[in-house]
C-alpha cells in the first residue's frame, strides 16, 4: 500500500472522494468517506480534542483503538474512539475532558 493520496481522476479501480462534513465543538469539518473521525480532524489540522486528567491535551496515540487517547463524544455517545469510527455525514463531536469527570 502506497503512503501517497492518489488522486480520483488517476485511481484505477474507479473511486473517488464522496465529501462530507462533520461538526466538531460547533466548527464545521469537511472530509471524505472512507475517513475515521480522527483522520478527519487531523486532516483539518486539528490534533487535540480531549483533556486528560492532569489537564495534559490528548489527540491520536496508537491510531488503532488500543490507547483510548482519542475518545470524544460522538452524537452524544461518550467514550468513542475516534481513530475506530468511520466517519458519517453529519456526525457532531464534542471534546471530552477527565478533568471534569473527577471534579463529579
Ligand atoms: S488513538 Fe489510540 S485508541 Fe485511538
Not at 15 to 23: E, G, K, Q, W, Y
Not at 27 to 45: D, E, M, R, Y
Not at 54 to 79: E, K, L, Q
Request: with cysteine; hydrophobic share 35%; glycine share 12%.
Amino acid at each position: 500500500m502506497s503512503p501517497y493520496l492518489i488522486p480520483a481522476d488517476r485511481d484505477r479501480l474507479g473511486r473517488s472522494d464522496r465529501p462530507l462534513t462533520v461538526v466538531a465543538d460547533g466548527v464545521s469539518v469537511p472530509g471524505v468517506h472512507g475517513q475515521t473521525l480522527a483522520t478527519v480532524l487531523l486532516a483539518a489540522g486539528r490534533d487535540q480534542w480531549r483533556t486528560a486528567r492532569d489537564g495534559g491535551r490528548r489527540g491520536v496515540f496508537c491510531g488503532i483503538g488500543v490507547c483510548f487517547d482519542c475518545v470524544a463524544t460522538v452524537n452524544g455517545v461518550p467514550d468513542v474512539r475516534l481513530c475506530r469510527r468511520p466517519a458519517r455525514d453529519g456526525d457532531t463531536i464534542i471534546s471530552q475532558s477527565r478533568a471534569e469527570r473527577s471534579e463529579r
